[in-house]
């Protein structure tokens, strides 16, 4: 399985971006879909989930209601939508694929590149 985030950028607060997320080779046998964030200095963040099957999602606080994700399962691709885009926004964004339906890390298998989102205020 190999992931390629794309679509971050240098945008305004207030404003809004998508990322996208495009996977190759047996992506289905991983059943969950997530993007991360990390910034500078700190752990790496959940920012949302999804499921292949059945579109099932999970949004921390910090994002839900800005930020929404969705899949498409023909192209194997997995979209951000970030609307309302704040300063702490600020981070590089990963997208990772797993089998275990989870906030965590950890319990994510596979890993792209990641994308650099910076939001000025």
């Known amino acids: 399985v190999q992931l390629q985030a794309s679509g971050g950028g240098l945008v305004q607060a207030g404003t809004s971006l998508t990322l996208s997320c495009a996977a190759s080779?047996?992506?289905?046998?991983?059943?969950?879909m997530g993007w991360f964030r990390q910034a500078p200095g700190k752990e790496r963040e959940f920012v949302v989930a999804?499921?292949?099957?059945?579109?099932?999602?999970l949004y921390p606080e910090s994002v839900k209601g800005r930020f929404t994700i969705s899949r498409d399962n023909a192209k194997k691709t997995v979209y951000l939508q970030m609307n309302s885009l704040k300063p702490e926004d600020t981070a590089v964004y990963y997208c990772?694929?797993?089998?275990?339906?989870?906030?965590?890390?950890?319990?994510?298998?596979?890993w792209g590149q990641g994308t650099q989102v910076t939001v000025s205020s």
């Open positions: 990772a694929a797993g089998s275990k339906w989870t906030r965590w890390p950890a319990g994510y298998d596979y």
């Open positions: 080779g047996r992506i289905f046998s991983s059943e969950v």
């Open positions: 999804i499921m292949w099957s059945g579109g099932n999602t």
